[in-house]
């Protein structure tokens, strides 16, 4: 090979060693890149409070809520301890029962509480969802036709295996009354009702 005359394979793959070059130091950009957000750790909820907010009108702002999936609700479930709540966007009586819960946690120093947006899978009837029902058979409001659902909303508190709390009260009502009223009504007993559960809770860590 002559002085200064390309690599043959230089040739072959660029049209000239500029290119080579540039070619190169992309592919090390790319690379680092790669390293550099593989290794990131993501809070996947930095944001679940503001996606809460946005899917609930008139839902407390700065809330606890963290967002999860099916799976991992189904997961939480079968462990001994559990703080679930369930819900559906854009759903007022979700809202008005979200925003005592979230004046009650804040007032006991518990920075989240797991929601699980039941609607998709409610839908779909999925298997996992299904064995959600299933592990709450005992607890949950059956239909008189003997249907079995989860409804919303509905708190899931347990502890150490034991369930503390399974409140879907509000799920079902009575009376042709508005919900604005009927929450005025009920809000001071509601919140005497969740305060002791998660307060239990609590001194189930210690």
């Known amino acids: 090979m002559k002085k200064n005359e390309a690599h043959p394979i230089t040739i072959k793959l660029f049209k000239n060693n500029v290119q080579a070059v540039i070619y190169i130091i992309l592919f090390f ?21 503001e996606k809460f907010s946005s899917e609930h009108s008139g839902a407390n702002q700065n809330n606890v809520f963290k967002y ?6 189904y997961n939480l479930v079968r462990n001994d301890d559990c703080l679930l709540f369930l819900g559906m966007s854009n759903n ?41 029902i299933n592990y709450f058979k005992d607890y949950i409001t059956y239909t008189d036709d003997d249907n079995i659902d989860l409804h919303v909303p509905t708190l899931i508190v347990k502890k150490n295996g034991e369930v503390l709390l399974f409140d879907d009260e509000e799920a079902f009502r009575k009376g042709n009354i508005s919900n604005e009223e009927y929450w005025a009504n009920i809000t001071f007993d509601k919140k005497t009702i969740i305060t002791s559960a998660l307060t239990d809770y609590l001194e189930k860590e210690k």
């Open 68 to 73: 999860i999936n099916v799976k991992q609700a």
């Open 92 to 132: 007022e009586n979700v809202t008005y029962y979200a925003n005592v819960l979230d004046d009650v946690a804040k007032e006991l120093g518990i920075s989240n509480i797991n929601y699980y947006d039941i609607e998709d899978d409610r839908q779909n009837r999925n298997a996992t969802y299904e064995s959600i």
């Open 29 to 49: 950009v790319l690379l680092a890149g790669f390293i550099y957000f593989g290794n990131k750790e993501y809070k996947s909820n930095d944001n679940d409070n």
